[in-house]
């Protein structure tokens, strides 16, 4: 099971991978209303898009991190890495076609520089057909095996 560390990381970066038009990309903009799982109450998603950011402020402490969360979609290369406290992390922001692929690996690292735990975050957000919005999150660490979950969300009228 993912610990709760992940949603306490947040660093957003753009890596142009199979890069489309901005024009071309999806709009995730609008507030989201979880349908699968369902929650009670709703859970909500509102998203701010523009062609260079994408804003993202989860409702509920399923589905994609909580928080406020903002990502570069300036369409040029860059990449956010750092160590601290033993640990080595980095994050990305990827468009694969028209889903948007978030990305976020930690190691901690001993003394000696030795690996001793690895994990490794993984959202993919589409647009679907009945323009649904569809959230497939992956997690993965070291001695265990990967969880992933889906959730869909409608947008609200």
């Known amino acids: ?3 709760p560390r992940w949603r306490a990381v947040s660093v957003g970066v753009l890596l142009a991978v199979g890069m489309i ?3 071309d990309r999806p709009s995730f903009s609008g507030e989201w209303i979880r349908v699968t799982p369902p929650q009670d109450p709703p859970a909500v998603l509102t998203v701010e898009q523009t062609g ?3 804003e993202i402020r989860p409702l509920s402490l399923l589905g994609p991190r909580p928080g406020r969360y903002r990502f570069g979609l300036q369409g040029s290369a860059s990449g956010t890495s750092g160590v601290g406290g033993g640990n080595l992390w980095s994050s990305s922001v990827v468009w694969n076609g028209n ?3 978030v990305t976020e690996e930690r190691s901690s690292i001993t003394q000696g520089g030795n690996v001793m735990h690895q994990s490794r975050h993984e959202e993919v957000w589409s647009l679907g057909s009945k323009n649904l919005l569809t959230v497939v999150i992956t997690d ?3 001695g265990a095996a990967p ?3 889906r959730f869909v969300y409608r947008r609200k009228l």
Do not use: C, G, H, K
């Open 52 to 54: 260079e950011f994408i």
């Open 1 to 3: 099971m993912m610990r």
């Open 147 to 149: 969880t992933t979950m």
């Open 21 to 23: 038009s901005a024009q």
């Open 99 to 101: 889903s948007l692929v």
């Open 140 to 142: 993965e660490e070291t």
